[in-house]
C-alpha cells in the first residue's frame, strides 16, 4: 500500500465514533504520526492536540464546503462533537442543505485530498505557476432550438503581470465534429487542437496585456449540430479556481424525466448511470437553474439528466 493510500485508510479509521474526541493514539498510524510531526514520547493529548491542528491546517486549503465537511468528520469544532459519525453527517447535511449520502461522498473527497495535501502532491489554493482564475461563470444552454447553443460568459482574474492568453476547453462524445465556436468579445480565438479524443482545447489571444489583478470580461457562443451530439449532462470541471458558476439549461417542451444536481462530484459520475445526485426540478418554461460557489479544481459542478 502506497503511503497516500495508507493515510486514507488512517484518516477513515480516524472519523468513526467520536473522531478526535474519542480514543486516538491506538488509531493514528504511522501515516499520521508522519504527517502531524507525532513522537514516540507524546501522549493522547499531545497526539490529539497535533492532529487536530494538522488536519485545521490541511482543510484551510480546500473549498468551504468541503472543509466544513472534513472538520464535522473529525469532530473539529464545538458545533460537530455528535458522538457518531452518522449524527455528524446528519448535522453537515442540513447544515449545507445537502443529502447525507452526498455529504458522505464528500467526505471521502475531501480525506483524498487531505491525503494528498499531507503527502505534498498537490495544493488547492492558488500556486506561483497560476496565471489566471475565474472570478464568475455564466453558461446557458438552449436545446429546444434545431440547433443546440452554448453561450459561455466568464470574468477571469490575471494572476501574473503581463497575462496576453487564456487556455479553455470543452468535451464533447464527438469531440469538435460540428461544433463551431464564435468569440462574442473578449479576444481572438485560437484553435489548440484535440487534447483528447472528446476534448476540444481553444484558447483566446487578449487585446492588450493584463495586469496582476486586473478583470477581463469574455464570451463564446457554441453551436451544435444537434442534441445527440451533446451527451445528457453539461457539467463544468474546473482547471483553476473558480468562484462562482451559474447554470441555465432551457429542455423546453421535450423535457427529461428527470434532473439531477452534480456538485463536486468526481469525473465520472457524470456519466455514471448509477450515480444519484438530488433532483432539481424544472420550472414551467421547461428550464433549470443551478449556481454554484469554490468551485474545487478537478470537481464537476453541473446537471445531468435522463433522456425522456
Known amino acids: 500500500m502506497s503511503g497516500r493510500a495508507e493515510l486514507v485508510q488512517e484518516l477513515k479509521s480516524l472519523r468513526k465514533g467520536r473522531g478526535l474526541l474519542g480514543k486516538v493514539d491506538d488509531r493514528v498510524g504511522p501515516g499520521l504520526r508522519s504527517a502531524c510531526a507525532i513522537s514516540d514520547e507524546d501522549g493522547m493529548v499531545a497526539v490529539r492536540r497535533k492532529v487536530t491542528t494538522r488536519l485545521t491546517e490541511l482543510a484551510g486549503q480546500l473549498p468551504e464546503d468541503l472543509r466544513v465537511v472534513v472538520l464535522a468528520a473529525f469532530a473539529i469544532g464545538a458545533e460537530a462533537s455528535q458522538p457518531l459519525y452518522q449524527d455528524r453527517v446528519k448535522w453537515v447535511a442540513e447544515k449545507l442543505d445537502r443529502d447525507p449520502r452526498t455529504v458522505r461522498r464528500r467526505a471521502d473527497q475531501a480525506i483524498d485530498l487531505l491525503a494528498e495535501l499531507a503527502a505534498g502532491t498537490t495544493r488547492l489554493t492558488q500556486s506561483s ?26 470574468r ?33 480565438l485560437v484553435d489548440r487542437g484535440m487534447e483528447a479524443s472528446d476534448r476540444w482545447g481553444y484558447g483566446l489571444e487578449l487585446p492588450r496585456s493584463l495586469s496582476r489583478g486586473e478583470p477581463w470580461d469574455l464570451a463564446v457562443l457554441f453551436q451544435l449540430p444537434s442534441v445527440s451530439a451533446l451527451g445528457p449532462h453539461m457539467a463544468s470541471v474546473p482547471r483553476q479556481r473558480c468562484d462562482q458558476f451559474d447554470l441555465r439549461i432551457r429542455f423546453g417542451e421535450e423535457r427529461p424525466s428527470e ?18 445526485g438530488r433532483l432539481l426540478p424544472i420550472d414551467p418554461a421547461g428550464e433549470v437553474h443551478r449556481r454554484f460557489s469554490h468551485l474545487a479544481p478537478g470537481m464537476a459542478y453541473g446537471v445531468r439528466w435522463e433522456r425522456p
Open 129 to 154: 505557476g497560476d496565471r489566471w482564475h475565474t472570478a464568475s461563470m455564466v453558461v446557458a444552454l438552449v436545446l429546444d432550438q434545431p440547433e443546440p447553443t452554448i453561450l459561455e460568459q466568464r
Open 156 to 188: 477571469i482574474i490575471a494572476d501574473e503581470d503581463g497575462l496576453r492568453s487564456v487556455d479553455l476547453a470543452v468535451s464533447l462524445p464527438a469531440g469538435r465534429s460540428g461544433l463551431s465556436a464564435t468569440v462574442l468579445y473578449g479576444g481572438r
Open 259 to 276: 434532473v439531477c444536481v452534480l456538485d463536486g462530484a468526481f469525473q465520472r459520475d457524470v456519466s455514471d448511470p448509477g450515480y444519484r
